[in-house]
């Protein structure tokens, strides 16, 4: 236990995290999870460095991104940083390692990303993330599979009444299409919809006196979403641009119905994403019981073209620690973060081999199970056992092992039947 | 670490500024239906319980509120652009509300108002560091930012900066203090801000609290 908080070596950088053993088994079950719903739709997973060089991830997320990024300095005074997202490194690779694959290129992964700074104070800078990359197709239907997949991982990951919603970049731009603002003003725009700062658009739209129509989608933007919403669209947007992305919605409303999860998805084209490359739909999970999206991905087709490969590409990326605060918000947290094995096994005086030999036979059998490696007296560790939680103590003796599993009164039993499956050590199974 | 838990999917939580915004905001909210005259007055709590069951207000100090609105421990909130420009915050701005009118300027003593700009270094005391440093950033002009929290007009009275930014309405804080504005860094009025997910997993009720709002404010 800290004894006095303000020495350093008790503390971990802001940002960071010790993940528990019970929140460590979560977090690989649901990587795991994620990670097996891609196979099942013929993703194979990569695993590419933690550290890049700083020009690799500048070229993929635009200068901009320099700011937000952890950096180190190399040996030889090259600039390194750490990946704040995995698109880009999987880019990476698709346009050198994977070049010759055929298309489409199916890649899934998981790991820790990092930011150098967040905004706001009590972000993550270190956090895992877990998604898909579907390169190649530029169709309703990769779309449509890259969302139907996010659903499905989400799920698999444990999630559970959480919804998607769908967006999509081109919308935005439809309403804003034509107009023909200035350089700096068109740069205000995009800077303004990475703020959500909807007053400061509308000002600067009646400052180039932009028709009336154009100001009254761009206010009924953040209200367009659910059933009715590409009807609304299509009435109020009425440039090709605007025009052809609701088309393209419609139609991938009707391949996710086909996949089946049309109840899952919300379509929203208030979406604003935080990465600038994206170019076609965008995505977000989230449920009521957080405040910051689960999940998040979108079209991004002229990403590969800045590495040398004019790929289209679409994907997802699951940000795995809100999926596990979503399960336990407002659950009180168990004071400990326990876990605890399936069993305990001690030994009586001078049959540590025969103990030994159990506990063995035991993990054979998918168990957890502890040894009692401090000698303590047994009336000790079966009561320790019971408080803890330990569904079973044993104590192996010379041919007999005495049991007490739960609140039941011990029971002595041959040594072989706790070993090899019958008797008390093998009801309830492996769980 | 974790994003927080939060209330009950029925409830609606509107974050409002105490100080010099407290009562426009309430005054906008009273407008649009949601609370019931004065009774806020009366107390000193900090959740003010709405005419209508599906929906609270607490009250935030303006420093803090955009945080409750990012981590969606309130649904909404009632800001200053000045904040929401200091502070950078994941949050949707959705309607100018039209009250708190104020401006962020750079003021210096009378005796610097024509010489200023050739002094290096140049020390601006401000509440808004992070502005303040865009802003000479902008300028190609080195800076050195003194962070304050309170009576930034004293700072180069008593020699601990060249001049100010700070927020002026009148203008009569500044002359008192025999301080000239030099330049407006921005303009700022009262904004309703909206937390990234409520807008979607609680959008009936939200965009209900944004029309509603949207109306009073266009009938004010």
């Known amino acids: 236990m800290p004894r006095d908080p303000r020495e350093r070596w008790q503390?971990?950088?802001?940002?960071?995290?010790?993940?528990?053993?019970?929140?460590?088994?979560?977090?690989?079950?649901?990587?795991?999870?994620?990670?097996?719903?891609?196979?099942?739709?013929?993703?194979?997973?990569v695993v590419t460095p933690t550290i890049e060089y700083l020009d690799v991830l500048v070229r993929g997320e635009g200068a901009d991104a320099a700011d937000r990024l952890f950096k180190l300095v190399d040996r030889g005074g090259e600039l390194l940083a750490l990946r704040p997202e995995m698109t880009t490194p999987v880019a990476r690779l698709a346009a050198t390692r994977l070049r010759d694959e055929p298309v489409p290129?199916?890649?899934?992964?998981?790991?820790?990303?990092?930011?150098?700074?967040?905004?706001?104070?009590?972000?993550?800078?270190?956090?895992?993330?877990?998604?898909?990359?579907?390169?190649?197709?530029?169709?309703?239907?990769?779309?449509?599979?890259?969302?139907?997949?996010?659903?499905?991982?989400?799920?698999?990951?444990?999630?559970?009444?959480?919804?998607?919603?769908?967006?999509?970049?081109?919308?935005?731009?439809?309403?804003?299409?034509?107009?023909?603002?200035?350089?700096d003003?068109?740069?205000?725009?995009?800077?303004?919809?990475?703020?959500?700062?909807f007053v400061g658009l509308r000002d600067l739209l009646e400052r180039h006196r932009a028709p009336a129509d154009r100001l009254d989608a761009l206010m009924a933007l953040p209200a367009l979403r659910g059933a009715g919403a590409l009807e609304e669209a299509r009435r109020l947007v009425h440039t090709p641009e605007g025009q052809g992305v609701v088309r393209d919605l419609e139609r991938l409303g009707e391949a996710l119905a086909a996949h089946g999860v049309d109840d899952a998805v919300t379509i929203d084209l208030s979406i604003?994403?935080?990465?600038?490359?994206?170019?076609?739909?965008?995505?977000?999970?989230?449920?009521?019981?957080?405040?910051?999206?689960?999940?998040?991905?979108?079209?991004?087709?002229r990403l590969l073209d800045r590495f040398g490969v004019p790929l289209p590409a679409t994907g997802f990326a699951i940000r795995l620690e809100r999926v596990l605060a979503a399960e336990i918000a407002g659950t009180p947290d168990d004071a400990a973060q326990a876990w605890v094995p399936d069993a305990v096994v001690a030994a009586e005086a001078g049959c540590g081999a025969e103990a030994a030999a159990c506990a063995r036979a035991l993990r054979a059998r998918g168990f957890a199970v502890a040894l009692e490696v401090l000698g303590r007296p047994w009336e000790q560790v079966a009561a320790e056992a019971a408080r803890?939680?330990?569904?079973?103590?044993?104590?192996?003796?010379?041919?007999t092992a005495r049991v007490r599993e739960g609140g039941a009164p011990e029971r002595t039993v041959p040594a072989a039947d706790v070993a090899g499956g019958r008797g008390a050590a093998a009801r309830g199974g492996a769980s | 670490m974790t994003p927080e838990a939060r209330q009950?999917?029925?409830?609606?939580?509107?974050?409002?500024?105490?100080g010099r915004l407290l009562d426009g905001a309430m005054r906008i909210l009273e407008a649009a239906g949601y609370l019931d005259g004065d009774a806020w007055r009366e107390s000193?709590?900090?959740?003010?319980?709405?005419?209508?069951?599906?929906?609270?207000?607490?009250?935030?100090?303006?420093?803090?509120?955009?945080?409750?609105?990012?981590?969606?421990?309130?649904?909404?909130?009632i800001a200053g652009k000045d904040v929401l420009l200091e502070q950078g915050r994941d949050v949707y701005e959705l309607v100018d509300l039209g009250f708190g009118t104020c401006r962020g300027v750079l003021a210096f003593p009378g005796r610097l108002a024509e010489s200023w700009e050739r002094l290096t270094p140049l020390r601006i005391a401000t509440k808004y560091p992070h502005v303040t440093e865009r802003y000479f950033w902008g300028q190609g002009r080195p800076v050195e930012i003194i962070a304050m929290n309170g009576t930034v007009e004293l700072a180069p009275l008593v020699g601990l900066a060249d001049g100010i930014m700070d927020l002026v309405m009148s203008g009569r804080t500044l002359r008192e203090n025999g301080l000239v504005e030099v330049a407006e860094l921005f303009q700022s009025t009262a904004r309703l801000v909206v937390n990234r997910i409520s807008l979607r997993s609680r959008a009936d009720a939200v965009a209900a609290v944004i029309d509603r709002v949207r109306a009073a404010v266009a009938a004010a």
């Open chain 1, 272 to 301: 604003i994403r935080d990465f600038d490359y994206y170019t076609g739909i965008v995505f977000e999970g989230h449920t009521a019981a957080l405040g910051a999206p689960l999940l998040g991905g979108g079209r991004y087709d």
């Open chain 2, 44 to 77: 000193r709590r900090l959740i003010v319980q709405g005419a209508e069951p599906g929906l609270r207000c607490l009250i935030a100090k303006p420093v803090d509120l955009l945080t409750y609105v990012e981590h969606g421990a309130a649904d909404l909130g």
């Open chain 1, 388 to 399: 803890r939680g330990v569904a079973r103590a044993i104590l192996v003796g010379r041919g």
């Open chain 2, 8 to 18: 009950s999917a029925a409830l609606v939580t509107v974050a409002a500024p105490s």
């Open chain 1, 105 to 183: 290129l199916r890649v899934a992964y998981a790991g820790w990303v990092f930011r150098g700074r967040e905004a706001a104070s009590a972000r993550l800078r270190e956090f895992p993330q877990a998604g898909c990359e579907l390169i190649g197709p530029q169709s309703v239907d990769a779309d449509a599979e890259i969302v139907a997949l996010a659903v499905g991982a989400l799920r698999a990951a444990g999630a559970s009444g959480f919804s998607v919603s769908l967006g999509h970049v081109g919308f935005l731009q439809g309403v804003l299409a034509g107009l023909d603002l200035p350089g």
């Open chain 1, 11 to 45: 503390l971990i950088p802001s940002g960071t995290r010790d993940w528990l053993p019970r929140e460590a088994v979560r977090l690989r079950e649901a990587t795991a999870g994620v990670l097996a719903e891609a196979a099942r739709w013929g993703y194979r997973e």
């Open chain 1, 185 to 197: 003003d068109a740069a205000g725009v995009r800077a303004l919809l990475y703020q959500k700062d």
